[in-house]
């Protein structure tokens, strides 16, 4: 049994907190919100995250972050936007174990990938990143899934392959930090493409050339960024990619799905709340035009949502675009 403490108690950080509580290890939650931990521990159960979903008494949850001290492991479990301010509370805290990066996206000042973030607040952890094709509703009703965690220490690697890994969540080891990294941040802007799609009816054609040549431009950037080839056939990238782009249970896709039926970006944002492609799309974008990286899908979402482009040029403009080999 290990001592495990997750940070953040939304949805993702709560079905990952009830697995490893099935797996025997002493689990606490922690939120800096008091309203929310209070809620938490009066219905136990987020109602509007994973309805109907029973937080187990055995898991503690606190906005003491100081009872992370001691853990084996600590799970950054925020948003995106929030994982730096995260890794610097927590060291504050002595002995955290292996910190496990489950946030998806890109700091968005710098354009850092987040694990070069949390390095930076805390150099002396070995860090790693546990990413793959995973709703959260579906991993706290413990349908089979599948992840990777990836990190440069194979001990840290192992250690987190053995705590989550059970007869429902089988997951893999991998080197390539990099890659897994941006396969999960990169999916989400193709997701939110792929919803697009959606909300102007389009069909099932247009969806797979779509995530097909989405993930060809998420590995051309990858490579140019230092990850390999072979890790966006893999379960973080085009296994991400697929789940985030087709499934009801994605944010990113109900986003594009809003805005490819005329809802304002802002108003479906207010609707769908946390998007992280919306996010992850101004940064990949930046970092695109900076490494000289062709990245159209990526471009003209852009657009779409920074810049008003008309959601209905979007397909003229792909499709008309000079001819090239596959």
Not at 47 to 66: A, F, N, R
Not at 160 to 168: C, G
Not at 278 to 301: D, H, Q, R
Request: glycine letters at 10%.
């Amino acid at each position: 049994m290990k001592k495990i403490t997750v940070l953040g108690a939304g949805g993702w950080g709560l079905a990952l907190a009830i697995t490893l509580d099935n797996n025997n290890h002493s689990v606490t939650v922690w939120s800096p919100f008091e309203d929310e931990v209070s809620t938490l521990l009066k219905h136990r159960e987020n109602q509007k995250l994973l309805k109907d979903v029973h937080i187990p008494e055995s898991i503690k949850i606190t906005t003491d972050i100081s009872l992370a001290e001691g853990s084996d492991i600590t799970v950054i479990a925020t948003p995106s936007f929030a994982v730096g301010e995260t890794a610097k509370k927590l060291a504050s805290v002595k002995n955290h174990g292996i910190v496990v990066n489950v946030a998806k996206g890109f700091q968005k000042e710098t354009g850092r990938r987040l694990s070069e973030v949390i390095k930076q607040e805390l150099p002396q952890s070995d860090v790693t990143v546990l990413s793959g094709p995973s709703h959260a509703e579906e991993v706290a009703r413990q349908v089979p899934t599948m992840l990777t965690v990836a990190g440069e220490n194979k001990n840290a690697l192992k250690t987190v392959q053995e705590a989550f890994s059970n007869e429902f969540l089988r997951v893999y080891t991998n080197s390539d930090i990099i890659g897994v990294e941006l396969g999960g941040a990169l999916k989400n802007i193709i997701a939110v493409a792929a919803g697009v799609c959606d909300g102007m009816g389009l069909g099932d054609n247009s969806k797979a050339a779509l995530i097909t040549r989405g993930l060809a431009e998420m590995t051309r950037l990858g490579k140019k960024m230092g990850a390999k080839t072979a890790t966006f056939s893999g379960l973080t990238g085009m296994g991400d990619l697929i789940v985030t782009c087709t499934s009801k249970h994605s944010r990113n896709n109900r986003f594009g799905n809003l805005v490819g039926s005329g809802t304002s970006v802002n108003e479906a944002l207010e609707t769908v709340g946390t998007v992280e492609g919306y996010f992850a799309c101004e940064t990949a974008y930046t970092l695109a035009k900076s490494l000289g990286v062709s990245m159209p899908i990526t471009e003209l979402c852009y657009q779409l949502l920074f810049e008003e482009y008309p959601a209905k040029d979007i397909i003229k403009t792909l499709m008309t675009r000079p001819f090239r080999e596959e």
